[in-house]
């Protein structure tokens, strides 16, 4: 199960589904892209692999499909608030995950948080939450995504989000009060 962050990532899995030879599933959202380039040769992605796209020690933030750049915007602003390194994750697969990386951020970082547009119960914070339980030292773990019940129709993504607490102010807040709660302390960067 494939979630693309952006139009560009959408044609690589695309691709990726036509070279398995078996099935596959791609979730994107309705409306317009991000507007980024497409590359002229589309890549085939590693199934199962999850692309880090920002460095980070304290929070590390894996997110799946259009809620990549967000958590890239909201990553850059708190540790410019915060002078917490936060690093962002494009996790790509909902199924499977990157046991290997989420395994080496959950042993390293003080809080993860997942950002899904999806309900949260039953989606991919719930399958990063399991694998959390094999691991012998994981990190608190913070899920945000639409909640398990009735969504009504929208004049926009956006005015939905923030009637359902995902507008970005919201998504930074619930993060920071985590954090805040955890009493982390911020981890030295990687020598």
Same mark, same amino acid.
């Given at each position: 199960?494939?979630q693309?962050?952006?139009?560009?990532?959408?044609?690589?899995?695309?691709?990726?589904?036509?070279?398995?030879?078996?099935?596959?599933?791609?979730?994107?959202?309705?409306?317009?892209?991000?507007?980024?380039?497409?590359?002229?040769?589309?890549?085939?992605?590693?199934?199962g692999?999850?692309?880090?796209?920002?460095?980070?020690?304290?929070?590390?933030?894996?997110?799946l499909?259009?809620?990549? =750049? @967000?958590?890239?915007?909201?990553?850059?602003?708190?540790?410019?608030?915060? $002078?917490?390194? #936060?690093? %962002?994750?494009? +996790?790509?697969?909902?199924?499977p995950?990157?046991?290997?990386?989420?395994?080496?951020?959950?042993?390293?970082?003080?809080?993860?948080?997942?950002?899904?547009?999806?309900?949260?119960?039953?989606?991919?914070?719930?399958?990063?939450?399991?694998?959390?339980?094999?691991?012998?030292?994981?990190? =608190? @773990?913070?899920?945000?995504?639409?909640?398990?019940?009735?969504?009504?129709? $929208?004049?926009? #993504?956006? %005015?939905?989000? +923030?009637?359902?607490?995902?507008?970005?102010?919201?998504?930074?807040?619930?993060?920071?009060?985590?954090?805040?709660?955890?009493?982390?302390?911020?981890?030295?960067?990687?020598?």
């Amino acid at each position: 199960i494939m979630q693309p962050k952006d139009e560009d990532e959408l044609v690589d899995m695309l691709h990726t589904g036509l070279q398995l030879g078996s099935p596959c599933f791609i979730r994107y959202p309705r409306g317009a892209g991000e507007g980024v380039a497409i590359k002229e040769s589309p890549v085939a992605l590693p199934i199962g692999k999850a692309e880090t796209v920002r460095e980070g020690n304290n929070i590390i933030i894996w997110a799946l499909g259009p809620m990549v =750049p @967000l958590a890239q915007k909201l990553a850059a602003e708190i540790e410019a608030d915060q $002078g917490i390194t #936060v690093g %962002v994750v494009n +996790a790509r697969f909902a199924k499977p995950l990157d046991i290997e990386l989420l395994e080496k951020h959950a042993n390293k970082a003080s809080l993860l948080v997942t950002m899904e547009d999806h309900v949260v119960t039953g989606g991919f914070g719930s399958a990063v939450l399991e694998a959390l339980q094999g691991f012998d030292r994981p990190a =608190p @773990l913070e899920r945000i995504g639409w909640p398990d019940r009735f969504v009504e129709h $929208g004049s926009s #993504v956006d %005015v939905l989000r +923030a009637a359902h607490g995902l507008s970005p102010d919201k998504i930074k807040q619930d993060i920071l009060c985590r954090w805040q709660r955890l009493g982390a302390i911020p981890v030295e960067a990687d020598a």
